[in-house]
């Protein structure tokens, strides 16, 4: 199993999971042909996806969804409140992730996650093929117990660290939206994220990518002055960025 990203931020959001054969697209936060553009980088086209999953209605995670699920005939799965909370049009497939419940396509195994997040439904992932494990964790307020319990035992992990506290304090966003941002429905904060990894066996960890980061509220260099000491146990540790998102990384 090896897995990618088409980027990673506020502007859009998208994540290649692939074995063998069969390849998930976790959110297309991009135009259609913006994500078509963007999968042509990680060698792969729309017409190789095997489905569509969906985590949440905000656009920079479904907007392209829509126009590439009818371009290119893709099943979409998402949760029944994320479906009925934004009009997507008509598309060729819909499977209903109800009740967080376990399911599979294909080869992978897939676990939905609910979190805390200013969304009517949101999900996230932990998916499973050929005995390894991949969590992908963002667009969260907060780690509950049933977070930090269903991410235990990852062998690569995609985790949120969304903003520093002190430069979203100071930005020039309105007080509504810095309260939303910090707030138990919003984003993790680099100290978050740092307390979550504590809690975590990172040495289990192939790969560890600190994604999502905010272009505005936060920087590489707060995110690693807080996050390093954390994730030094982990074989690899990647920041991904809005424009390239990282490149193809396989579990072994």
């Known amino acids: 199993m090896r897995f990618a990203s088409l980027g ?13 054969d069969e390849v998930l697209l976790i959110d ?39 126009a590439l699920a009818r371009k ?10 994320t479906f009925k909370v934004k009009d997507l049009g008509k598309m060729p497939a819909i499977h209903f992730i109800e009740g967080y419940q376990a399911f599979s396509i294909g080869a992978f195994a897939i676990q939905p996650v609910a979190v805390p997040h200013d969304a009517r439904e949101p999900a996230q992932f932990v998916i499973s093929a050929a005995g390894k494990t991949l969590g992908i964790l963002t667009d969260l307020g907060m780690i509950t117990a049933h ?9 690569a992990l995609v985790l949120e660290a969304n903003h520093d506290p ?10 509504s939206l810095k309260q939303r941002v910090g707030g138990p429905w919003g984003h993790l904060s680099n100290q978050q994220s740092a307390s979550f990894l504590a809690q975590l066996d990172v040495t289990r960890l192939q790969h560890l990518v600190i994604a999502h980061i905010s272009q505005k509220n ?3 260099e707060a995110a ?15 920041y991904a960025c809005q424009e390239e998102g990282f490149d193809w990384l396989e579990l072994v």
């Open 72 to 81: 290119f005939n893709l099943p979409v799965y998402i949760t029944p409140g």
């Open 218 to 220: 936060n920087s590489l």
């Open 166 to 175: 002190v430069m979203l304090a100071y930005s020039a966003y309105p007080q």
């Open 28 to 66: 297309c936060g991009f135009s259609a042909k913006e994500a078509v553009l963007r999968l042509a980088k990680l060698g792969k086209t729309a017409d190789q996806i095997t489905a569509i999953l969906v985590t949440h209605e905000h656009g920079d995670h479904i907007r392209g969804v829509p």
């Open 224 to 238: 690693r002055s807080v996050l390093d000491a954390v994730s030094q146990g982990a074989r690899q540790v990647i």
């Open 147 to 155: 977070v930090e319990e269903s991410y235990q035992h990852c062998d």
């Open 8 to 20: 990673s931020g506020s502007k859009g959001n998208g994540t290649l999971v692939e074995y063998g």
